[in-house]
């Protein structure tokens, strides 16, 4: 029996959509950016290890999809929905310690809506490349 195919939305349907995703996506990964440095630099008490050290610890897998993510890459962005895990796992124990309660749920809704917007970037991006390319449906 042959399989069927769902059919691709239509361009004018993809192409806002593509637009607030990514939007979405690289505003959440910003604002992780700097919550994260903001929180080390300002508030955390790292009880005498170096800010540097922890920053560069914190920062470096998202520093390394900075520039996919800054240049649409749907490849960056399907990367960052394997990284982000890492943050949300570490704002959910934050959320649950009183004193860093805030910045926990914090770090937990910005890491849920980077996943959320860069896994729809990711599923839209390679929908319109198909209806470019001339896949029809």
């Not at 937990?108 to 917007?117: D, E, I, N, P, T």
């Amino acid at each position: 029996m042959a399989k069927r195919v769902k059919p691709l939305p239509a361009l004018d349907w993809l192409a806002p959509r593509l637009r607030i995703a990514r939007s979405a996506s690289l505003a959440c990964f910003l604002a992780l950016i700097a919550l994260l440095s903001l929180n080390n630099l300002l508030f955390a008490d790292l009880h005498g290890a170096r800010v540097g050290v922890i920053m560069a610890i914190e920062l470096l897998p998202l520093l390394l999809l900075l520039p996919g993510m800054l240049k649409g890459s749907a490849r960056a962005h399907a990367w960052t929905c394997f990284v982000v895990n890492l943050y949300f796992i570490k704002g959910v124990l934050a959320a649950f310690d009183p004193a860093r309660a805030l910045l926990g749920w914090v770090e937990v809704a910005l890491s849920l809506g980077l996943f959320v917007s860069a896994l729809l970037y990711v599923r839209w991006r390679f929908q319109f490349d198909r209806r470019v390319a001339g896949e029809g449906g």
